[in-house]
């Protein structure tokens, strides 16, 4: 059997040569996060449909019987309080990311994060699953096309399609 030499091969590992999942990610200058107005449509128009929806499953036994109505008041207060929590969860701010940590910036707080999972990039809307270092609580950051000028969102949309590609 003849053992050829292939050219250009070393047998020696080349230390210059370092693999591209170990080579730390470039610095995504911070991109402003305006509030989005159609992330705020969405949210108001997905809440008045729940709450007509249960209007309508218990509209026939609200006249019948007191406590279809205090149930009804109560899904009505339970869907309020959801739909304040997520107005009170949408971000405003900037968002970057440096020697591998997501920093977010808003009203003078800066926090810093990491991913929890994988990032949703479609042209209407991103999501960002991130994870506080300090308390590893989640947070989900989305990011609506109207929140980012065209600018940001171009940078934002290139810098997450090039430098978070699977790596197979």
């Given at each position: 059997?003849?053992?050829v030499?292939?050219?250009?091969?070393?047998?020696?590992?080349?230390?210059?040569?370092?693999?591209?999942?170990?080579?730390?990610?470039?610095?995504?200058?911070a991109?402003?996060?305006?509030?989005s107005?159609?992330?705020?449509?969405?949210?108001?128009?997905?809440?008045?449909?729940?709450?007509?929806?249960?209007?309508?499953?218990?509209?026939?036994?609200?006249?019948?019987?007191?406590?279809?109505?205090?149930?009804?008041?109560?899904?009505?207060?339970?869907?309020?309080?959801?739909?304040?929590?997520?107005?009170?969860d949408?971000?405003?701010?900037?968002?970057?990311?440096?020697?591998?940590?997501?920093?977010?910036?808003?009203?003078?707080?800066t926090?810093?994060?990491?991913?929890?999972?994988?990032?949703?990039c479609?042209?209407?809307?991103?999501?960002?699953?991130?994870?506080?270092?300090?308390?590893?609580?989640?947070?989900?950051?989305?990011?609506?096309?109207?929140s980012?000028?065209?600018?940001?969102?171009?940078?934002?949309?290139?810098?997450?399609?090039?430098?978070?590609?699977?790596?197979?």
């Amino acid at each position: 059997m003849l053992f050829v030499q292939i050219p250009g091969y070393k047998k020696t590992a080349d230390l210059q040569a370092v693999s591209s999942s170990s080579k730390p990610l470039p610095v995504l200058v911070a991109v402003s996060i305006f509030p989005s107005r159609w992330l705020l449509y969405f949210y108001r128009c997905t809440y008045l449909l729940l709450a007509a929806c249960l209007l309508l499953i218990i509209f026939p036994w609200l006249i019948t019987n007191i406590a279809w109505a205090i149930l009804l008041v109560a899904g009505w207060w339970g869907l309020w309080r959801g739909y304040r929590y997520q107005q009170k969860d949408l971000f405003a701010g900037e968002l970057g990311f440096e020697s591998g940590e997501w920093l977010l910036k808003a009203v003078g707080v800066t926090g810093k994060y990491q991913l929890a999972g994988e990032v949703l990039c479609w042209p209407l809307l991103i999501i960002l699953p991130l994870r506080e270092l300090d308390t590893r609580k989640c947070r989900y950051l989305l990011i609506a096309n109207d929140s980012l000028s065209p600018v940001d969102g171009a940078r934002l949309r290139t810098w997450l399609r090039v430098c978070l590609k699977p790596k197979t």
